[in-house]
């Protein structure tokens, strides 16, 4: 499993050159204004309104532009986000990613009940079934790892982890980015495992790693 991280994350590394080049000329004010039709489903602020959409605030800006082009090319599946993508040139995309990127995320909380297995799974793994920690891709609060494919998990809702979770099991999605590793992780996962996870992520932050 450590070998499969480590080939992902060298290949996304090589991915990202491109996208970083196109970020670097964009422009946040663009962005907002580009936004509009992105908060229906994502909020004003970036910060969903509706359980089964994502947070995009404070999501990297390289995760939010590769993942736009993956909706408009098919390859990430999702009706409404290939209507939305479809008459996005790389420059709007690479000025709503930073938009994005650039929004406070919003604060959530892991339900007591959930967050000792939510926690173990989150920083330990699950040995005996071959699961890796997911600290190990996303980091102790939950940021994830800039130019690398893998996500800021912090504060995501509840809702939509699960739901994605439950597509990289069934190989739903797949087939681009880190999608090939998530869907190696999740399928060794149950419903109860996934929604601890899920849980906790949706509480987890930098500062309170820190202060533990």
Do not use: W
Request: with cysteine; proline share 4%; aromatic share 6%.
């Amino acid at each position: 499993m450590i070998v499969k991280l480590l080939s992902a994350l060298t290949a996304l590394l090589l991915m990202s050159g491109a996208a970083h080049a196109q970020l670097e000329n964009a422009d946040p004010q663009r962005g907002k204004a580009a936004s509009s039709s992105c908060a229906a489903c994502h909020g004003q602020q970036g910060n969903s309104v509706v359980p089964n959409y994502p947070n995009l605030a404070g999501q990297h800006a390289d995760y939010i532009y590769d993942h736009l082009q993956f909706y408009k090319s098919g390859e990430r599946e999702n009706a409404i986000m290939l209507g939305q993508a479809a008459g996005l040139d790389k420059q709007t995309m690479a000025d709503l990613a930073v938009y994005f990127s650039e929004l406070d995320a919003e604060l959530g909380e892991t339900p007591e009940e959930l967050l000792s297995t939510g926690r173990s799974i989150y920083m330990g793994g699950i040995d005996e079934k071959g699961v890796p920690a997911c600290v190990s891709c996303h980091g102790p609060g939950g940021m994830g790892v800039p130019n690398s494919g893998y996500p800021r998990l912090s504060g995501q809702k509840v809702e939509y982890t699960i739901e994605q979770l439950g597509l990289y099991q069934s190989g739903k999605r797949s087939g681009y980015g880190q999608a090939g590793l998530m869907n190696d992780i999740a399928s060794k996962l149950d419903d109860e495992e996934i929604q601890a996870v899920a849980n906790y992520v949706r509480g987890l932050y930098p500062t309170d790693i820190a202060a533990e």
